[in-house]
């Protein structure tokens, strides 16, 4: 268990791996596969599920007294669609919680900075606990941070492509600079990608289409917990710096100086 | 409501400062992006030994970010009555000085010296006594001024945000309000009566301004009133805090040495030269895009030496008793005698000789709203 907790809008989170729900071959392998990575947040699409019906497939698997369960947006392709879904949910559901996604172009599925920014601005108005999913760009994440937002969620590549943090230099300044949490989210193809985004200082990372399409979701999802525990303790001991140059072990000094002699 | 900084308990940052080895120093000078725990490491005794290491790469930092430029500017005394009694500035209130104000046509003379001698960044100083420069004297002043010159700064008391945005309205684009000490103990001693007495309305200050929409906020201390180490670790907590709440705030460090003043006021704890640029190489490494500030206070030997080191910004030329420039025999009534005596042409020279551009215009008037 790791020993510093992850606290989001008050609530406290032993896991740093946060999970997706979509694309598993069957509820029960979903089940099996939360319960492997030991997350305590998981996000559902509202698309996906029935709030109304206690029988529905996804929400009987889930077991939200262990895990927190996050509605989110996918699908809307605006603010005014995606506050909507919003108000939806929180109805059905009792929970103010809410992954904020507008994604208005359904090939790429990348997100739409201003009308992401308008909903939150709204939605945390309304008292929600609003994490806007949002590209890599480390002025909207300071935008949507002064608006309310209870965490950002850059993405690391776009959804379900599986291409690793591309975004590295740009998810770095967000972490440097943001106030709240940073959960890098898509793109997230290997347990080596978790653990680079824990090592750049990340807060938590989401993943879902490595673990559900993998060979054997169950064991993966163990593998990426693993991959996002060592990442963090990485992070937390304090990285060496990397060098394109190799260093001697015990440096000599004085070979990059500055001439000093004019100090009295 | 702004958000509170707070500060360490001060005798903990003293011994934070003292506990790093030559290995936490190395692991902070070849760190990828410092963090606060360098910061220590690169201002502790262990760091003593590393001074060419660490003047070399803040000297690679500050030309990447700053390129080899030197920003100018000169002050302007608008006056030394003081409500205050801090027993290391000749402005106190008990030290029998010449006190002098000027008036609305005196301050736009100065400043007409000033322009005429190529200054587009002033920056307007005053002692603390809001009967005599309070936020309208200072708001007339900006008004007269604004149209004259690409920047113009305050160092005066602290004031309320709303008087900030109305300083920032009228053309003020950054103050400057130095917590002198980051120890509350210290601070109590040594500032003895008058309202800079309140250790955290003063601590809160840069936040403020900040909030009230100022460009630029600059924070720093006063070296040779305690331990310098200990202070630099306070100024690098408190900036790192300024830029996490004020994003869109650009922040800058000043690096004010005790010089001898009117009331005699020894430095209580002595900073040298190795001090002082070990301070500067650490806060430069520590955050690449301080804007940092030597001012005349220091000697022209020191000045050209730092050059493209670390200090992006040089006042030339300073005299600080209030009406120096149209009276240049009148050295009575200033606030501390300077170091580097050279005219701003002197300075110029000294800096294209070392091979950088001596930059007199870095911002605009018509970037401030209500033109």
Redesign the interface.
Known sequence: MLTDPLVIAGHTFHSRLFLGTGKFSSSAVMKEAIAASATEMVTVALRRVDLDNPEDDIMSALDRDRCLFLPNTSGARTAEEAIRLAHLARAASGSSWLKLEVTPDPRTLLPDPIETLKATEILVRDGFIVLPYMNADPILALRLQDAGAAAVMPLGAPIGTNQGILTVFQIEIIINQARVPVVVDAGIGAPSHAALAMELGADAVLVNTAISVAGDPVAMARAFAQAVEAGRTAFTAGMGCRSKQAHASSPVKGTLAADLGFLA | MNPLFTLPDFQTLAQTVQSPTSRDV??AL????PDI?DLAALISPAAE?????M???S?RITAQRFGRTTQLYAPIYLSNFCTNRCAYCGFAANNRIARRVLSFDEAEAEAEILHSRGFQHILLVSGEAENVVGVEYLETIALRLRDKFAAVSIEVQPLSTTDYARLFAAGITAVAVYQETYDPELYQQVHLSGKKTDYHYRLETPARAAAAGMREVGIGALLGLHDWRAEGLAIGLHLAWL???F??TAFTVSFPRLRPAAGAFEPLVPV???NL?QLIFALRIFDPDVGLYLSTRE?A??R???LG?GPTRYSAGSCTAPGGYSNPEMTDGQQFSVGDERTVEEVTQAIIAKGFDPVSKDWDSAFQAGK
């Open positions: 190395e692991q070849a760190a990828r992006t725990h030994s590393f001074l060419p290491e003047a070399r790469r000297a830029r996490k709440n994003w869109s040298s030269e190795k640029s000697e030997r020191y050209d030496g730092m080191l």
